[in-house]
């Protein structure tokens, strides 16, 4: 069963992340949103990705929306009050990092998390006046928002990392490199692996999701190889990276993943 959020909660947007028992694609999963891997028109469908609010509708590759694309010239757009995901699995008890470049809404309320009714671990919300916050959870569903000191920005990208520790039920939240919130507690005690993805947009206006990852390995900024670096990949190589392709560990084979859920702050 996948839960709202454990991972990021986008005030327009929640990210959370959920435990899911269905088999999927393990980590590492990384994305740009490009071709030929995505094409312009409907998410669902694509590259596993499901619109979960509205099949027809809820999501799309868009390359029209200039300022909603990072780099290349495609990125996901989630259409507001929307939800969408994907599937992912990974072993338990993992240190698990999700990356990625969100802009979009926020939200002017701040949820109650024991009326999320599925387990999570980390969520972060897009507040309009607190900017974005994370949950200490309590382990028992529940827990309190603590405010980053970041604003939301509208109008252009933000970095939004999370590091999940499974085995410590602890996680860190990082805005453009820098750690903003460290040592929050899991909403619930129970999840023990990262299992999907939801992104949830509030009814007041589009999101837009840009270079996304899941790995087990940190990004460069945390110490990690370049090679698991967006910006290093990108400014280094001459030639087109193919973000939807798994790259390989140095043993050879394909790190693990987990599960991981964005949602959006939809308004109740």
């Known amino acids: ?21 269905a088999q999927s694609q393990t980590v590492p999963y990384r994305t740009s949103f490009e071709e030929p891997t995505f094409t312009v028109g409907n998410l669902d469908g694509q590259d596993d990705w499901s619109n979960i609010s509205d099949p027809n509708g809820a999501a ?11 780099r290349g010239s495609q990125s996901l757009m989630i259409e507001p009050a929307s939800i969408i995901g994907r599937d992912l699995t990974a072993p338990s008890q993992q240190v698990i990092y999700v990356d990625g470049f ?25 507040h309009v006046t607190e900017g974005i916050m994370g949950l200490d959870g309590n382990g028992s569903g529940g827990g309190s928002w603590i405010a980053s ?24 939240l990082y805005v453009d490199g820098d750690m903003v919130l460290e040592g929050l507690g899991f909403k619930d005690s129970t999840v023990t692996t990262l299992s999907g993805i939801n992104i949830e947009t509030s009814s007041d206006g589009e999101g837009f999701l840009d270079d996304f990852s899941v790995t ?19 400014v280094q190589n001459s030639g087109d990276l193919n973000w939807d392709i798994s790259p390989l560990e140095p ?15 939809t308004e109740q």
């Open 1 to 21: 069963m996948k839960s709202l959020f454990g991972c990021f909660l986008l005030a327009s947007a929640l990210i959370a992340t959920f435990v899911s028992a």
């Open 60 to 70: 799309a590759i868009q390359s029209e929306v200039a300022g909603g694309i990072r």
């Open 102 to 126: 969100y802009q979009g809404p926020t939200v002017d309320f701040i949820p109650d998390a024991t009326q999320m009714e599925d387990a999570g671990s980390s969520l972060v919300l897009f």
């Open 149 to 172: 000191g970041v604003d939301v920005s509208n109008d252009s990208f933000q970095r939004i990392t999370i590091r999940q520790d499974y085995n410590a039920q602890t996680w860190n």
């Open 216 to 234: 087990t390995t940190p990004p460069s900024f945390l110490g990690g190889p370049a090679l698991f670096s967006f910006q290093a990949e990108w």
């Open 251 to 265: 043993d050879g084979q394909v790190n693990p993943k987990d599960l991981i859920e964005l949602i959006g702050g």
